[in-house]
């Protein structure tokens, strides 16, 4: 298990093996996502643009009054 110290100012300095492990570096952001009472997981927030090509399959085209309807509908509870 890695440690690091809290500053004054709030800052930590991140462990060589974590880094890497993250594949961060200098001017990289990272994420603290709350996992549980008092349990953060701290995740690399690096991933280059192109990584998400492919994600969101778009289907056929709609068009803002069919979207328009489909909002009513989920509204109106039907």
Not at 14 to 32: K, N, T, Y
Not at 41 to 46: C, G, I, S, Y
Not at 49 to 72: C, D, F, Q, Y
């Amino acid at each position: 298990m890695s440690t690091a110290t809290v500053t004054s100012k709030g800052q930590i300095t991140i462990p060589a093996a974590i880094r890497s492990d993250l594949h961060i570096g200098p001017g990289d952001r990272v994420e603290f996502v709350r996992v549980g009472d008092g349990r953060y997981e701290v995740v690399a927030a690096t991933r280059d643009v192109t990584e998400l090509r492919g994600i969101v399959h778009a289907g056929k085209p709609v068009s803002v009054e069919e979207m328009n309807r489909a909002i009513r509908k989920r509204a109106s509870g039907q």
